[in-house]
């Protein structure tokens, strides 16, 4: 008997959503969050848990989150393959399966990359005048807040031949602290914020993301004391070991805008209920902070994942059908390697919901790997079929389905 898997695409598709929703239809879920973590071993740890949410319509949903967690050497993608090669191997995973993955890697290479910083036209060097020490290794606060105080010491150990230009620092209650974003992600030059309630995006220059073209952090912090070589701080919101550029002293007379006229605003951020608990000290998450499958480690391992998944399922590839066309959402959320996929691999699509980046790069090659028999929504099979829903770590907010993704295993 064939077994025939179906994807409805009316919610668009991206590689976690998928994997979320084969665990839906019927995949042991520890087991596919075991391989998830294996295909990671060798290039950094992999955090890859599930939950299950209900929908609006009251059906479940499998929810996938992805996070890399510290920092490693940079993967090429030429690497990508003999990578995802040794992972597949380690799954146990056979053909016509691996080949599946291997396709989908292969199709993302040769994807137009989408817009970032260009190579600069000019650069400088600047010297490294310390490093920061936190009790953070893996996860680090988007702000210092109040109740990080207790996570433990908080200082920067300036190097030893800059130790005598933080004489008389000791004077001023804040400083400024410039870092250099080590494990930034690669640039951009415009974001969606992932907690704003609309997709739109800015540019990077009038956001604070760590993936800019100049990965500089800015942080405002209490001075406790200075110890020899060490200035000991108020929390830092920097991975332990991030190097310093620069520390100057914050000024009240020059710095404070408290009572003047002019004191500024908040630009696009106005009225935004998130700067509200920023400024309050409030503690709250980032929705939608999910690594990115774009990092070679996290997109190796989802493919496992998903190839090892359709194999238990005993999927026959070459029947898959999905519905026509492909919803990418709106046309200014369509990243350009996800357009050249579908356009280079003749997959129909048009923008339709009013939501976030509903069709991924990797979830465009999936289908081009696929390469189903696309067929009217009204033209899906309806008997004998067992439905699943599956969500990733993007948090969309909009219809269909808050953005899952369904599939269906039919039998014929």
């Not at 800015?202 to 952090?217: D, E, K, L, M, V």
């Not at 009240?252 to 920023?278: I, M, P, Y």
């Amino acid at each position: 008997m064939k077994k025939t898997l179906g994807i409805d695409t009316k919610a668009g598709i991206s590689a976690d959503r998928f994997a979320a929703a084969l665990i839906g239809l019927g995949l042991p879920e520890r087991e596919m969050v075991r391989v998830i973590k294996s295909a990671a071993e060798g290039l950094g740890l992999l955090d890859a848990h599930t939950h299950i949410e209900f929908l609006p319509n009251e059906r479940l949903a499998h929810r996938l989150h992805l996070m890399p967690l510290g920092k490693e050497e940079p993967l090429p993608m030429e690497d990508a393959s003999l990578v995802l090669d040794s992972a597949l191997i380690r799954a146990n995973i056979a053909e016509p399966y691996a080949d599946f993955a291997r396709r989908v890697l292969a199709i993302l290479r040769v994807a137009t990359p989408p817009p970032s910083s260009p190579p600069p036209a000019k650069s400088i060097s600047l010297p490294i005048i310390g490093t920061a020490h936190t009790p953070y290794k893996h996860k680090a606060p988007y702000q210092p807040q109040p109740e990080n105080v207790g996570d433990g010491a908080f200082y920067i150990q300036v190097e030893p031949q800059y130790a005598a230009a933080t004489q008389s620092l000791e004077t001023f209650s804040h400083i400024f602290v410039l870092s250099y974003l080590d494990r930034a992600l690669e640039p951009e030059l415009s974001v969606r914020p992932p907690w704003k309630d609309d997709d739109k995006r800015y540019g990077t220059f009038a956001t604070r993301s760590p993936n800019r073209p100049s990965p500089i952090g800015l942080t405002r912090v209490r001075l406790h004391r200075v110890e020899g070589e060490r200035i000991y701080t108020s929390p830092l919101d920097l991975f332990d070991g991030t190097p310093i550029l620069d520390i100057k002293p914050f000024i009240q007379t020059l710095d404070s805008v408290t009572g003047e006229e002019d004191a500024g605003n908040d630009g696009w951020l106005e009225g935004s209920d998130h700067l509200e608990l920023h400024r309050l000290g409030i503690p709250h998450t980032h929705p939608g902070g999910a690594g990115s499958l774009s990092q070679p480690q996290t997109l190796i391992a989802v493919l496992t994942g998903i190839a090892w998944g359709l194999q238990h399922l005993k999927v026959e590839l070459s029947s898959t059908i999905c519905t026509s066309p492909v919803n990418t959402g709106p046309e200014y959320a369509l990243e350009l390697s996800a357009q050249s996929v579908l356009e280079k691999h003749k997959i129909p699509h048009r923008p339709e919901t009013k939501s976030g980046e509903l069709v991924t790069p990797d979830g465009a090659a999936i289908l081009a790997a696929l390469s189903p028999k696309f067929v009217a929504a009204d033209d899906m099979p309806s008997e004998g079929k067992r439905a699943a829903y599956g969500l990733g770590g993007q948090v969309l907010d909009a219809v269909p389905a808050l953005g899952a993704l369904r599939l269906f295993l039919s039998e014929v």
